[in-house]
């Protein structure tokens, strides 16, 4: 399957790096990127139906915008926000009328609701969360984006629930990626209405789906700079970029880019189906990403190991991506599990 | 025709006419197996009009979509239809004669080509210009009789045993270093002026070929591009190495990878987590190399597409060598009383060329840092 931006998503994709290249990345006052990114450009509600104030776009959309967010790792919660816009939409197709997330889209649609996903673990353990009565109770860490979340999707066992983030207890982490934070969500037979169309297997697929979109496009940026700084200094009275030692990693640099770039969009393009595509793409992509964060730091000598200089941020959301909702080693198995390789 | 009619029409086709005894014959490693049948079924190719599907239909071709092409290499390497003895002819040297060619070159050989009929091979690379190729030596210059007289050497010359034509880089002006001064001659095989000598690979068969040329003799029109231009030729060849037909080789590697799985299944190796790790690594990257390489026919590729693809499948297939004996342990390591190799073996040995021929590893790494990434040369 191969994917290009169609001409929306092209005009989307420079929108938003315009947007995002002004400075309202890292260090800019909080909410002003997330009202600009929502209030201007809608994106929370690209894949929300248009009768809920949404575009009505697909995944491909959010995906788009996920890579740009992941260029630069804009602190903001985007990815679990539109993916939930995604999923609560996708339930409400189906379901017509009687769809009772319906509730939530519009505030996702317009900014004033975030979203998190509160799995129970990297792989979905079975029994960690569950649901009784349309109650959920059960303990979730790792919630990416989970602190400033107003509202969680919360899988239990293989039902997805919707819990307003005032019913559960939430506990800030602090997080070796200070761009995304994290936090834990406890539920106490808090409140929930369901989910439906979409399974908790699908949701965590998807949203590897939309790890790896980010990876990609995180991993595109760090050997765009690293090339641009081997291009400009100079030692040995030569341009770093014309040693061949250094020339030849930046190469392989390229190949693992271009190919998880394609990975990416194949996962997404695939995304009706995503049980193995989503470990894939997001094992390999967060695994090039992970080298390339590395090699990012490397090859810019002792200033890519200072807080300054933005190499480490990239290397922190790298392992960061690696760790959650299955490392590489789980992804591994679980792919060779759902391919039945062995 | 739609997509899906036309892959039914290729299946259809194939399931036909494809002999059983070349089925699975001629594949990398095996090139030198049942070559009189595996001639004619490139007759029965063309008479049938499966070459030069993408070639102009002003040219001869049938004028069809990236997408279509790739479909019928997928179908004749699912059908494990034989190893192609005319694709140089028809992936090299015809597009060549396309982009360069006079209409009477056209004329006269793109024909031979569609029919299956001529097979060619490639003189470029030379005992010293390998990944330097400006360096090459083989020289030819005007005799008085008007024709030109070719001398030198060629070496890592595929089916040259066979082959009717033979493509060479010369350098025509002798005057001349480097990559100027050479010219792209159209050298007729079955002359006294050719002698070709087999190489012996480290499998022990050969599908490579010395070729020597002394006092060979070009007909002063057989000259693709102008005298001189024959750097610019060869760079047009070098492109378009390995375009379409990856996606019938991906399926190749498909069908390896499984017959790997499935030897890893029976002598209990898949239980082994380092080689089950290595096997399920070896799939995924599989899916990843296909990705890439649809993604690299779409618009807005850089140009240096075909490069990465090339260093994915080359690693990922020497990667898939080692495995397949791996997974045999220590079975793998005893042959026949002649050197019989088993299919693992041959992978295993034959994949040791693969970061090497079309372009090294390290000519690839290159030509990416340089033309893709634009690094500054030194």
């Given amino acids: 399957m191969i994917v290009v931006d169609t001409p929306e998503q092209a005009a989307l994709r420079a929108a938003l790096r315009d947007l995002l290249g002004r400075g309202l ?145 939430v506990t800030p982490a ?69 040693f061949q030692a250094l020339r030849h990693r930046c190469a392989d640099l390229a190949v693992e880019v271009a190919s998880a770039t394609a990975t990416a969009s194949a996962a997404v393009a695939g995304a009706a189906d995503p049980g193995v595509l989503g470990p894939l793409a997001k094992k390999y992509c967060a695994d090039v990403f992970w080298h390339v964060a590395a090699e990012m730091i490397q090859l810019h000598g002792g200033i890519g190991c200072t807080w300054e200089h933005e190499a480490h941020r990239y290397l922190k959301r790298a392992k960061t991506t690696q ?3 299955g490392s590489p080693a789980e992804l591994r198995r679980l792919v060779a599990a759902r391919a039945g390789l062995f | 025709m739609d997509d899906s009619s036309f892959r039914e029409s290729v299946r259809d086709w194939l399931a036909a006419h494809l002999p059983v005894e070349l089925v699975g014959s001629g594949g990398p490693g095996r090139e030198h197996e049942l070559i009189a049948e595996r001639l004619s079924w490139e007759r029965t190719l063309g008479s049938a009009g499966w070459i030069g599907l993408g070639w102009p239909a002003a040219d001869g071709g049938r004028g069809l979509p990236w997408r279509q092409q790739a479909i019928f290499y997928e179908e004749y390497a699912r059908a494990g239809a034989p190893g192609r003895v005319g694709h140089i002819g028809e992936q090299l040297l015809g597009p060549t004669l396309l982009a360069f060619g006079t209409k009477e070159q056209k004329k006269r050989f793109l024909p031979g080509i569609l029919a299956g009929t001529t097979m060619w091979c490639q003189g470029y690379s030379e005992p010293d210009a390998g990944s330097d190729l400006a360096g090459l030596r083989t020289r030819a210059a005007p005799g008085a009789d008007g024709r030109w007289r070719v001398n030198g050497q060629k070496v ?14 010369a350098r025509t002006d002798a005057s001349s270093s480097r990559h100027h001064g050479l010219s792209c001659l159209l050298v007729r095989m079955d002359q006294p002026g050719v002698t070709v000598r087999p190489i012996v690979q480290l499998t022990g068969t050969s599908e490579f ?61 898949a239980s082994d987590p380092a080689l089950a790790a290595r096997l399920t690594d070896a799939w995924i990257e599989l899916q990843v190399l296909r990705f890439t390489a649809e993604s690299a026919f779409v618009d807005g590729a850089s140009g240096v597409e075909p490069n990465i693809v090339k260093l994915l499948w080359a690693s990922w297939h020497q990667r898939l060598g080692e495995l397949a004996v791996d997974v045999l342990g220590p079975s793998a390591s005893v042959c026949g009383p002649s050197y019989e190799l088993s299919d693992a073996q041959r992978l295993f040995l034959f994949t040791r060329a693969d970061t090497i021929y079309g372009g090294s590893n390290e000519i690839q790494r290159n030509i990416i840092a340089e033309r893709g990434l634009g690094l500054p040369r030194g």
């Fill in chain 1, 25 to 169: 990345g890292a260090g800019a006052p909080a909410g002003t990127l997330w009202k600009r990114m929502t209030g201007e450009l809608g994106l929370t509600g690209l894949a929300v139906p248009e009768s809920h104030g949404g575009a009505g776009a697909g995944l491909a959309e959010i995906a788009v915008a996920v890579s740009e967010t992941g260029r630069v790792l804009a602190p903001v919660p985007y990815l679990s926000t539109a993916l939930a816009g995604y999923v609560l939409g996708y339930g409400e197709a189906d379901a017509g009328d009687a769809g009772a997330p319906g509730e939530f889209l519009r505030g996702i649609a317009d900014g004033s609701v975030r979203a998190a996903f509160a799995f129970a673990g990297p792989v979905i353990p079975a029994g960690a969360l569950t649901v009784c009565g349309g109650r959920v109770s059960g303990v979730a860490s790792n919630v990416l984006d989970g602190a400033c979340a107003d509202l969680f999707v919360v899988a239990c066992d293989d039902s997805l629930w919707v819990v307003w983030a005032g019913d559960a207890r």
């Fill in chain 1, 174 to 242: 602090g997080t070796l990626d200070q761009t995304r934070p994290q936090a834990t969500a406890e539920f106490s037979s808090a409140e929930a209405v369901p989910v439906t169309g979409v399974s908790a297997a699908m949701a965590a697929d998807l949203f590897r789906v939309l790890l790896a979109v980010e990876s990609a496009g995180a991993a595109a940026h760090c050997l765009d700079v690293t090339v641009e700084y081997l291009r400009t200094r100079s030692q040995f009275g030569r341009a770093l970029g014309t």
């Fill in chain 1, 323 to 325: 760790l959650v909702l």
């Fill in chain 2, 156 to 169: 890592w010359t595929s089916l040259a045993q066979v082959a009717d034509w033979c493509f060479v880089l």
């Fill in chain 2, 209 to 269: 070929n010395e070729v020597f040329f002394d006092d060979a003799v070009a007909e002063p029109g057989d000259v693709v591009g102008e005298p001189g231009d024959g750097w610019r030729v060869a760079l047009g060849t070098l492109s378009v190495e390995r375009g379409v037909s990856t996606f019938g080789q991906q399926l190749g590697f498909a069908r390896e990878l499984s017959a790997v799985l499935s030897a890893a299944r029976s002598s209990g190796a």
